[in-house]
């Protein structure tokens, strides 16, 4: 390798120093599996989120990076640049995951965020701007949504106010209040004051195509549309064993129902329209009672705006004709909605082309997982680099990349960061 301090394009990452730092926040709030996969549950604004934070931000500070926390928990510590007016190349993610998660989701972006900032201190590399790294509060939106709240609000799509009052699914807690218990309601103003000059986020795809495919590094044109909708079905519970079919008013059947019929409707799409019931809460969830009411969510996806209003509106004829037929009544409450988001063309290029410079094979590919990059693209230039997932596998304890990838990642990430900021 050519001397990288005169020539920072052949400047490479540590990988190993970057996989013992996953290994190690994977140890907090780590799930081992029967199997031996060892995964995450460190749900937003929780003690093992606040644990997680806690090692993160002390890494940030070894670094001797400016750490601030703003009012809804977004962490942005910065490593200098020459021009002190010159607005800051961030890197982010999130390290709040599901309940079931693995210690790739979001980690490797932030941590990968650490490294670069860390190669370029160890080789005493210069850049005009600033370099920053984040992580952002709730990103998984499993406990408070929606998802992607930290970085809305970061960007001004969500009023703070809104946020600081969104109720945990799990237990009800307001979402300010445990920001204020974990110690992280920060005194940084939110949404932010400037927006970066550019965003780059390096994820793993959580998908199956650059695996089956045999790519290392994807190329990310954007992040397809997400649609949730909480519904609550009211029937009557009666006994089960007494009541004739033709006078039951089951909440229960009318979620089966639902749950089948937007699977039809997915698969009578087709394209890349997916759809999927995540939670489905019987009560009074008695083997002898038939239940009065059922609490479900509604996961509606497409790269196409127009397929995925399409989409829901087959959704809520369906909703309404189980209602009728069954004698129930199906409240509906929309926890996130977000249209489809197309990356930056130029950002798109300069990772393919650095993917390419670098000797990894590429691809371009939409996203259809949700990231906090789709919000900072709302107000600056902004691209995503996916690294394969085996066995296409997220949101499970089994989750995994492999590390040549994960290095792979982090190299395409650092001479991205490097050509955006400018080597001074
Ligand atoms: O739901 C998503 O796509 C992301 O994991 N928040
Ligand atoms: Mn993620
Ligand atoms: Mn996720």
């Given at each position: 390798m050519n001397n990288p301090r005169e020539d920072t394009s052949a400047l490479r990452v540590d990988g190993g120093r970057l996989w013992s730092r996953l290994e190690a926040l994977g140890e907090i709030g780590a799930v081992a599996g029967p199997n031996g996969e060892r995964g995450c549950a460190r749900l937003a604004l929780t003690d093992s989120d606040r644990d997680g934070r806690d090692l993160v931000v002390g890494w940030m500070h070894d670094l001797g990076l400016a750490v601030t926390i703003d009012a809804v928990g977004n962490v942005v510590a910065t490593r200098q640049g020459s021009d002190a007016t010159a607005a800051p190349v961030m890197i982010g993610s999130h390290i709040d995951t599901v309940r079931t998660g693995g210690r790739f989701d979001g980690n490797l972006g932030v941590l990968a965020g650490l490294e670069v900032i860390e190669t370029l201190e160890q080789y005493g590399i210069a850049t005009r701007h600033p370099v920053s790294v984040a992580f952002f509060t709730d990103e998984e939106g499993a406990r408070f949504q929606p998802d992607m709240l930290g970085s809305l609000v970061y960007v001004g799509g969500m009023a703070l106010e809104d946020a600081l009052d969104v109720r945990a699914t799990d237990d009800?807690?307001?979402?300010?209040?445990?920001?204020?218990?974990?110690?992280?309601?920060?005194?940084?103003?939110?949404?932010?004051?400037?927006?970066?000059?550019?965003?780059?986020?390096?994820?793993?795809?959580?998908?199956?195509?650059?695996?089956?495919?045999?790519v290392t590094v994807g190329a990310v044109?954007?992040?397809?549309?997400?649609?949730?909708?909480?519904?609550?079905?009211?029937?009557?519970?009666?006994?089960?064993?007494?009541?004739?079919?033709?006078?039951?008013?089951?909440?229960?059947?009318?979620?089966?129902?639902?749950?089948?019929?937007?699977?039809?409707?997915?698969?009578?799409?087709?394209?890349?329209?997916?759809?999927?019931?995540?939670?489905?809460?019987?009560?009074?969830?008695?083997?002898?009672?038939?239940?009065?009411?059922?609490?479900?969510?509604?996961?509606?996806?497409?790269?196409?705006?127009?397929?995925?209003?399409?989409?829901?509106?087959?959704?809520?004829?369906?909703?309404?004709?189980?209602?009728?037929?069954?004698?129930?009544?199906?409240?509906?409450?929309?926890?996130?909605?977000?249209?489809?988001?197309?990356?930056?063309?130029?950002?798109?290029?300069?990772?393919?082309?650095?993917?390419?410079?670098?000797?990894?094979?590429?691809?371009?590919?939409?996203?259809?997982?949700?990231?906090?990059?789709?919000?900072?693209?709302?107000?600056?230039?902004?691209?995503?680099?996916?690294?394969?997932?085996?066995?296409?596998?997220?949101?499970?304890?089994?989750?995994?990349?492999?590390?040549?990838?994960?290095?792979?990642?982090?190299?395409?990430?650092?001479?991205?960061?490097?050509?955006?900021?400018?080597?001074?």
């Amino acid at each position: 390798m050519n001397n990288p301090r005169e020539d920072t394009s052949a400047l490479r990452v540590d990988g190993g120093r970057l996989w013992s730092r996953l290994e190690a926040l994977g140890e907090i709030g780590a799930v081992a599996g029967p199997n031996g996969e060892r995964g995450c549950a460190r749900l937003a604004l929780t003690d093992s989120d606040r644990d997680g934070r806690d090692l993160v931000v002390g890494w940030m500070h070894d670094l001797g990076l400016a750490v601030t926390i703003d009012a809804v928990g977004n962490v942005v510590a910065t490593r200098q640049g020459s021009d002190a007016t010159a607005a800051p190349v961030m890197i982010g993610s999130h390290i709040d995951t599901v309940r079931t998660g693995g210690r790739f989701d979001g980690n490797l972006g932030v941590l990968a965020g650490l490294e670069v900032i860390e190669t370029l201190e160890q080789y005493g590399i210069a850049t005009r701007h600033p370099v920053s790294v984040a992580f952002f509060t709730d990103e998984e939106g499993a406990r408070f949504q929606p998802d992607m709240l930290g970085s809305l609000v970061y960007v001004g799509g969500m009023a703070l106010e809104d946020a600081l009052d969104v109720r945990a699914t799990d237990d009800g807690a307001r979402l300010g209040d445990e920001l204020a218990r974990i110690g992280y309601a920060g005194p940084t103003p939110c949404p932010a004051a400037a927006a970066p000059h550019a965003y780059v986020e390096l994820h793993i795809e959580q998908g199956p195509v650059l695996e089956d495919e045999g790519v290392t590094v994807g190329a990310v044109t954007g992040v397809q549309g997400i649609s949730w909708t909480e519904l609550t079905i009211r029937g009557q519970s009666a006994h089960a064993g007494t009541t004739p079919m033709r006078l039951r008013h089951d909440a229960g059947y009318v979620a089966a129902a639902i749950n089948a019929g937007i699977r039809a409707i997915a698969r009578e799409m087709g394209g890349t329209q997916v759809a999927t019931v995540g939670r489905c809460e019987f009560s009074p969830n008695l083997v002898n009672v038939i239940p009065a009411t059922v609490l479900m969510t509604v996961d509606l996806r497409n790269t196409d705006e127009a397929l995925l209003q399409k989409s829901e509106s087959s959704f809520h004829t369906l909703c309404d004709r189980m209602a009728s037929e069954e004698g129930v009544t199906i409240e509906r409450r929309s926890l996130a909605r977000f249209e489809p988001v197309e990356f930056d063309p130029a950002m798109i290029d300069l990772v393919e082309t650095t993917a390419r410079r670098l000797g990894h094979s590429t691809r371009r590919m939409p996203s259809g997982a949700g990231h906090d990059a789709q919000m900072l693209a709302r107000v600056c230039p902004t691209s995503m680099i996916f690294v394969p997932s085996v066995d296409g596998l997220s949101h499970n304890i089994a989750e995994y990349t492999h590390p040549a990838d994960i290095t792979a990642g982090a190299d395409v990430l650092l001479q991205v960061v490097l050509a955006k900021a400018e080597q001074h």
